[in-house]
């Protein structure tokens, strides 16, 4: 393993080690506000100082790690099986089904996802948790995510079925299921590994972009997209450059993904 | 001699440096593009902006002493309890291409505005009851207009009346304003140049207004707006953030000043519509006057205005702040922030705290959403620290934002919330233009609105009071029945009302005759005043 793949792996494992032990590890409560201490610069108390409701920074950095870190897996992990459901199954059966699925696929590539989230969110009970929101807003992103992968899966599949050993197989009478989950499934393996890796850091800037817009993870429960969504107002930026420390965290967290992603893409 | 030339040329030189000179370009931002030039259209900030330069007006409310005075009116009268208006016009004004003012624009100005298919914001004041509008011009510079109905601040709502030409061959974008629109590039700017046969002059007898320009450059961005303020590219900020207020503050002081409150309140209500989709409970809850009240107390308005406002709020009595000279009641104080008196007031109207979580007499715990508009930072960080405030009283408050349509929709349409924290930007001083808020079948009834009959006796009461208010020209008792509106409004809590803004501007100090105001346009308001002491 080299170097800069061990510092990728360091890195989400102390990202992930803090998200899970985040009540141990963080200074304070994510929602308790020092009224009389905002706007604080770091200092003991609060290593990354305080944000304008006296909040800290760092403790809301480390639980909202927990949210990105957790949540976006979980919707690659989601839209993945979307992808290889309907990839591969049009890739398998070809002909009509496969431009049906495709038709399918392109008409959720075509569809404006960001409106169709917040008519979604705006749709949602208002007395919901917001854990329970932020739940639902990566299940949605998992949900309508699949779409592009879709597309590799099912020109993975073609070419997987094209080979020589699934003619063999199929010579031998192997088809349907088996044909599927014995041949189809595993030479896709590497392919769906990539879309999977690939899509992590998509839903966390997704959530950021929805954070953005106000319509992310709801208060007081941060998120990397709702903690980066406070540089909007910039102009404070120059005297408080600690203020920077989410988009660093999400930035060497992609990053870090990128790594490894590129790790998977060369052993495939 | 030539000593003495010298000495003199230099005093001159550093007198129009100091004190300000003629000539010269004023340049500041506007957000969007203006929708439309066309003065009796305008809808939108800035249209609304280019409508104030440019526009003339029959009379205008000083932003200082907040009394009418005279422009293309010398002066005027109203009469027949509040139905007629006679104006007495100024001989010898041209509009910027040089067509003759007459008493016949103003006919043209109000037909054309009362003209229901032109869709004129500005026209809603003036529809006072069935009828027309009678218009009888006198003589060139005297006319008389009769209103089917009276109208209690008729002579104020002039303040917002564009008259435009019934003659020009330029149509509605001859100006009689200070300013003409020379050109505008879509996306970039607006430049306005001085109305060369602009009436006014100032007390020296030179002609106004003394800038020769005004460039209105396009700029969404409030953060590169202030950069481009603090690098001296442009003049002047109407509005800016407490955020940024602070930032260049620290830089130089006098780059910025805080006019005072403004009209713009921050408020929180609950969602008293008898008909709404939500549990019996909590309509019981809402409808009780001890909740709204102990809600009230709970809610700490100085930490609000310090931590969200940086101190640039006050908190709010009402809708009407304490800078609006005529109209604030003088006897009504803010809410005090008491938790154990809020305790003590939910106990007696039958709510009891168990295990730190406050529950009704039937044992609902009691929990509500509070809605806001999503993307509006202020307000939602306003809405967690309400959050915070109120689980000190054992009360669980999730907060939801909503893009504007979505809360639009739940707020007027389909009822589905608990309660909805938001802002009002009030632009007329005189309360007489917020009927539709306060008469119980006002469409802006925000708590319960169009009821068919008062729902409570304090809405009935509040009812027969602006009548009063909107139906005599006594202003002592239009002041009267506004007190007692507020007073009723201040006990029963039908909105809770959070902050009163200030109203934060940023003018450079090589402007000179510079009078912010917390009222809109806070900065420009006196534009034909206004000098660049040096480019």
Not at chain 2, 43 to 67: H, K, M, P, W
Not at chain 2, 197 to 226: C, F, H, M, T
Not at chain 2, 263 to 285: G, H, M, S
Request: aromatic letters at 10%; a neutral charge; charged letters at 20%.
């Amino acid at each position: 393993m080299k170097l800069v793949h061990k510092a990728a792996l360091a890195v989400l494992l102390c990202a992930g080690l803090a998200s899970i032990f985040a009540s141990y590890v963080a200074p304070a409560g994510y929602e308790q506000q020092f009224r009389n201490e905002a706007q604080a610069g770091p200092s003991l108390h609060h290593p990354l100082g305080t944000d304008d409701l006296g909040r800290d920074r760092l403790a809301r950095l480390i639980y909202g790690m927990r949210v990105s870190l957790f949540l976006a897996p979980l919707a690659a992990l989601l839209s993945t099986i979307f992808a290889a459901v309907v990839g591969g199954i049009a890739g398998l059966c070809g002909g009509w089904v496969e431009r049906c699925f495709m038709a399918a696929t392109d008409l959720f590539l075509a569809l404006p996802w960001l409106f169709l989230l917040i008519t979604v969110r705006a749709l949602l009970p208002l007395n919901m948790s917001p854990m329970a929101s932020v739940i639902i807003t990566f299940a949605l992103l998992g949900m309508l995510g699949w779409a592009p992968a879709a597309r590799v899966i099912c020109a993975g599949a073609k070419q997987v079925l094209k080979s020589d050993f699934v003619w063999a197989a199929r010579a031998r009478g192997c088809g349907g299921l088996k044909l599927m989950r014995m041949h189809l499934l595993p030479g896709l393996r590497p392919a769906l590994a990539a879309q999977f890796f690939l899509s992590i850091p998509v839903f966390i800037i997704a959530e950021a972009n929805l954070g953005a817009l106000g319509l992310g993870v709801s208060e007081p429960l941060p998120s990397l997209g709702g903690l980066v969504n406070e540089l909007q107002d910039f102009v404070m930026l120059p005297p408080e450059p600690w203020r920077l420390a989410p988009l660093v965290v999400l930035i060497m967290v992609i990053g870090a993904f990128q790594v490894l992603l590129n790790k998977q893409e060369v052993h495939a | 001699m030539r000593t003495r030339a010298l000495l003199i040329w230099f005093v001159l030189f550093c007198a129009s440096t100091v004190f300000g000179q003629s000539g010269g370009e004023l340049r500041f931002c506007l957000r969007s593009d203006p929708k439309t030039f066309n003065p009796l259209l305008v809808n939108d900030e800035s249209s609304e902006t280019v409508r104030y330069l440019t526009a003339g007006f029959l009379l205008r409310v000083n932003r200082i002493t907040q009394q009418p005075e005279p422009e293309l009116a010398t002066s005027w009268k109203v009469f027949d309890g509040g139905r007629s208006i006679r104006f007495k016009l100024r001989p010898g004004v041209r509009y910027s291409d040089g067509t003759p003012f007459s008493a016949a624009d103003v006919t043209y100005t109000m037909e054309k505005l009362l003209d229901p298919s032109i869709h004129s914001s500005t026209s809603d004041a003036f529809r006072s009851g069935k009828g027309k509008l009678a218009t009888r011009v006198l003589s060139p510079t005297d006319i008389e207009l009769t209103f089917p109905a009276p109208i209690a601040n008729l002579a104020n709502l002039f303040d917002g009346v564009p008259i435009i030409s019934s003659s020009s061959p330029q149509k509605e974008m001859a100006a009689l304003g200070p300013f003409f629109v020379a050109e505008h590039k879509a996306g970039a700017f607006v430049l306005l140049k001085r109305n060369p046969n602009y009436w006014k002059k100032d007390s020296q007898g030179r002609q106004l207004p003394y800038l020769d320009s005004v460039r209105l450059e396009i700029e969404q961005n409030p953060d590169i707006e202030a950069m481009k303020y603090e690098r001296g590219e442009i003049d002047l900020i109407n509005t800016v953030s407490p955020a940024i207020y602070d930032k260049l503050a620290r830089v130089n002081a006098s780059l910025v000043r805080d006019a005072g409150p403004s009209t713009d309140t921050e408020e929180l209500w609950f969602n008293e519509v008898p008909a709404a989709p939500i549990p019996a409970y909590k309509k019981q809850w809402f409808a009780s006057t001890a909740f709204r009240q102990a809600i009230s107390e709970s809610i700490n308005r100085e930490d609000m205005s310090r931590l969200v406002f940086h101190g640039h709020a006050v908190p709010a009595v009402s809708n009407v702040p304490q800078s609006n000279k005529f109209w604030f009641n003088q006897a009504l104080r803010p809410h005090r922030f008491d938790t154990a008196e809020a305790l003590r007031r939910l106990q007696a109207d039958g709510f009891r705290l168990e295990n730190q979580q406050l529950r009704d007499k039937n044992g609902n715990a009691v929990e509500f959403s509070i809605v806001t508009n999503a993307g509006n930072r202020s307000r939602e960080q306003m809405a967690t620290m309400i959050q915070q405030d109120l689980k000190q009283i054992g009360i669980e408050v999730s907060v939801v934002t909503l893009d504007f349509n979505s809360l639009l929709e739940r707020m007027t349409q389909t009822f589905n919330y608990d309660a909805c924290l938001l802002g009002t930007v009030n632009g007329d001083l005189d309360p007489s233009s917020q009927m539709t808020m306060w008469l119980s079948s006002g469409e802006d009834h925000i708590w319960n609105p169009k009821e068919k009959t008062p729902a409570t006796g304090w809405e009935a009461e509040i009812d027969k009071q602006m009548r009063i208010e909107a139906s005599t020209l006594d202003f002592n008792k239009r002041k009267a029945a506004w007190d007692r509106v507020q007073k009723i409004a201040w006990e029963q809590q039908p909105v809770i009302y959070l902050l009163n803004k200030d109203s934060l501007v940023a003018i450079s100090p090589q402007i000179k005759n510079a009078q912010p105001s917390p009222f809109r346009p806070q900065t420009y308001w006196n534009i034909e005043d206004l000098m660049l002491a040096r480019r």
